[in-house]
Every structure is written in structure tokens, then in C-alpha cells.
């Protein structure tokens, strides 16, 4: 528990100095503290220092692979190599500074500072910004103000953004994150539940969008076929080149719908790998008019259908599996979804 008052550093092991760990990495738990330092490199030996204690540790490297990964990058404020992009902005939100946070945006030459997370990326939708921002979330965190209707917080019409969870608690409770006109937006390391409508909505006219490490849970009752809540991680017209990998889908409804409103909207790339559906519905996903791969991922216990091939599309399913699946691949028989 000393450690609490103790700074925390880490280098290279193969460097001569060290860098201090945000304040905001290093907190009080039941367990007595803990730090948690993102944006190390990959596969790399890092020498960490807590006080005037010294070890080493390697940290994993994500697996990068997908759809996500074709034809640009989806890395959102970091390099592919997993540390921060040079002049990336940090905000550390919590539920006490949802709305209180500052940051710089620039529009039209002219840069001002905008308060509470809502009216930032409210800012950075009115500039259309590129400029490369992670926003870290710690502990629980309940809606902020500057959501929208469906209490969906917009990243709309900016690019190079990640919103990340620190630690193993960081959670998202009765609201979600909507994708809109974006490129290279990274979403990871988040809980969702109690969310109105949908938890994370990739939706019109995206590219590069990288979903991962995350645990969806059971959103809010809204009746009927959306006593669960809506979509876990929906995927919508014209978003193309999206990874969704290493998610957690606890008992959830429709866990993540895939595809256009009709054949004439386009075609998307998107892949599904190393996810646990677990307990969950249907939706896994339920695809229509896209191109989709879904490869190394564990249906268990899935209680109404599992994958699900509607009009136009194309799903390549390779070594999944399935256990006690209702019915793990449908093709046909989906009423109004397929002429």
C-alpha cells in the first residue's frame, strides 16, 4: 500500500532513462494500488520502477489482423507498433470529470478550449479534426452530458481516435459509442451495459475501425426484441474494413448486426475473430450484403441462432466452435430479412 505515494517510471530496458507514469495510471484499490501503463510497445522487455523497486516485464502485443487492417491502418492515437502517435492528446475521463474535462480543438485556424467530454467531440464533429486523440476511461462511468438521443456518444466525422478502458473495470453504464463518417477510430479495453439503445454503433459511411478486448453486457429493457437492449456491436451502411476481435458478449441480445439497408448500398469488409459468445441470443453476426470472415471464435451455450447469412452476402467460417448452439449457421427461414 506504500506504493501509493511512490512515483512510478518505465524505460527500454535497453534505454538509459526513465518516464513517469501519468498520475492518472496509479490508483487506490481494495487490494492496495495498482498502475497500469498503455501504450507500451509489444514484445518488448521494459524495466519498471515503483519507488525504489525494480523488475522487468514484456508486454503482449495486440493481434492485429483483419479486415481492419487492409488498405490503411485502424490504430487510432497509437502506431501499429502499440505506443503513443507523436502529438497524440490524452484525456484521463472519469465519472467525476466526465464533464469537466478540457481540451484544445482547433477549427477553421482558430483553436479554443472546450469543457465536459460531450461538447469536445461535439468540437471535433464541427471540425471534421484528424488530429490524433485517446481518450482513457477509469472505473464506472455514467452517461455524460453531450450524448445523443439514444445516449450514444458521437465520434462523427473525425478520425485517428481511440477511446480505451484502463485496467480490468473500466465500464460504460447506460450509454454507448457511435462510429459516423470516421476513419481509424480504435475502440478497446470497455464494459458496456445498462445502454439504452445500442452499446457500440459503427454506422454510415466509416473505414477502418478496430473493435477489441471489450465485455458487452445486457443493456437496458426496452420491450419486446429489445429486452436486452438493442445491438451489442452493430455494423451499418457503407462502414467498411472493421475488426472486431477479442470481445466478451455476456448473454446479450442481438450481439452484432452486420450489413446495408439494401443491394445497392455496397459492399463492406469485415472480420470476426477470437470473440466468446457467450449465453448470448442471435446475431453473430447476422449479415446481409457484406463480405465477411469469421474465424477462431467460441459459441457457447448460444440460445437462438449463431451466424446468419441474409440478402447478398458472403460469410467465409472457418474453424470455430460450437457448443450446445441452437442453431449455429442459418441461412434461410428469416422472415422479413431476406426476399
Known amino acids: 500500500s506504500s506504493y501509493g505515494t511512490q512515483t512510478v517510471s518505465y524505460k527500454l530496458s535497453s534505454a538509459s532513462s526513465f518516464s513517469t507514469v501519468d498520475s492518472s495510471l496509479v490508483r487506490k484499490t481494495s487490494n492496495g494500488y495498482r498502475v497500469d501503463i498503455p501504450g507500451l510497445k509489444g514484445n518488448t522487455a521494459y524495466t519498471i520502477k515503483v519507488g525504489d523497486t525494480t523488475f522487468t516485464a514484456t508486454p503482449k502485443a495486440f493481434l492485429r489482423e483483419g479486415y481492419a487492417f487492409v488498405n490503411g491502418k485502424t490504430t487510432g492515437g497509437y502506431e501499429s507498433d502499440g505506443t503513443v ?6 484525456l484521463y475521463v472519469t465519472n467525476s470529470t466526465k464533464d469537466s474535462i478540457t481540451c484544445d480543438v482547433t477549427k477553421s485556424g482558430k483553436t479554443a478550449t472546450y469543457t465536459g467530454l460531450g461538447n469536445i467531440m461535439n468540437a471535433r464533429q464541427s471540425a471534421k479534426s484528424t488530429d490524433k486523440l485517446i481518450v482513457r476511461f477509469i472505473g464506472t462511468v455514467g452517461k455524460p452530458s453531450g450524448v445523443d438521443s439514444n445516449s450514444l456518444m458521437n465520434i462523427k466525422t473525425n478520425s485517428n481516435v481511440t477511446f480505451e478502458g484502463i485496467g480490468s473495470d473500466a465500464l460504460l453504464s447506460g450509454w454507448g459509442i457511435n462510429v459516423r ?4 477510430v480504435e475502440i478497446r479495453n470497455l464494459g458496456f451495459k445498462d445502454f439504452p439503445d445500442d452499446s457500440v454503433s459503427i454506422q454510415v ?11 458487452f453486457l445486457i443493456g437496458a429493457n426496452g420491450g419486446g426484441d429489445k ?11 457503407d462502414s467498411t474494413y472493421v475488426t472486431i476481435s477479442f470481445n466478451h458478449f455476456h448473454n446479450t441480445g442481438k450481439s452484432s448486426l452486420c450489413g446495408m439497408k439494401s443491394e445497392t448500398a455496397g459492399v463492406g469488409f469485415v472480420t ?21 470472415h469469421v474465424y477462431n471464435n467460441y459459441f457457447d451455450h448460444v440460445y437462438s441462432a449463431g451466424l446468419a447469412a441474409t440478402t447478398g452476402s458472403s460469410i467465409f467460417v472457418e474453424n470455430n466452435y460450437f457448443e450446445d448452439v441452437n442453431i449455429p449457421m442459418l441461412t434461410a427461414s428469416q422472415g422479413h430479412s431476406i426476399k
Not at 502517435?85 to 490524452?90: P, V
Not at 429486452?227 to 451502411?237: L, P, R
Open 85 to 90: 502517435a507523436s502529438g497524440t492528446k490524452i
Open 205 to 215: 459511411d466509416n473505414d477502418h475501425v478496430w473493435v477489441h478486448n471489450c465485455d
Open 272 to 292: 470476426y475473430h477470437h470473440n466468446w459468445f457467450d449465453a448470448s441470443g442471435s446475431r453473430h453476426p447476422r449479415v446481409r450484403t457484406y463480405t465477411v
Open 227 to 237: 429486452s436486452k437492449g438493442d445491438g451489442s456491436c452493430d455494423i451499418k451502411d
Open 181 to 184: 463518417g470516421s476513419s481509424n
